[in-house]
């Protein structure tokens, strides 16, 4: 069974999020008023409701802080990791070049963008530190 597709287009700071992210660069925003992390994109700081946001690269580097194995008949079972950010913000994805039982919390990880059916996806694979 497979999920379904998700067919909106994105509008704004999401669209904005997702043009970098299909010139392979990971972007978060960060609060020009308080210095607040912010993923997933959005027009105002969440903590401060402040309008003035800005764009940074992040590193890709993270830890694993929590995660599930999927399992779906006849399917191989993938993991579901939140991954925490060094930049302070988490990130839904999943750990690649492991089995999905094999991930663990704490778990140094470096994301990478792919291509998945034509659009680009952030997937994580352990650092070397790991």
Not at 2 to 23: C, H, I, M, Q, S
Request: aromatic share 6%; hydrophobic share 40%; glycine share 8%.
């Amino acid at each position: 069974m497979n999920a379904p597709v998700n067919t909106a287009k994105p509008r704004g700071a999401e669209a904005e999020y997702f043009a970098a992210l299909a010139a392979g660069r990971l972007m978060i925003q960060r609060c020009c008023d308080c210095g607040h992390a912010i993923f997933h994109a959005r027009p105002f700081c969440p903590q401060c409701d402040s309008l003035s946001l800005s764009w940074e690269q992040a590193s890709g580097l993270g830890t694993v802080h929590t995660l599930t194995t999927v399992r779906i008949k006849h399917d191989r079972p993938y993991n579901i990791s939140l991954i925490e950010l060094d930049e302070g913000v988490r990130m839904m994805g999943r750990v690649e070049g492991i089995a999905p039982d094999a991930v663990k919390i704490g778990m140094r990880v470096q994301a990478s963008i792919i291509d998945q059916g034509g659009k680009p996806l952030v997937v994580f694979t352990l650092t070397e530190a790991a």
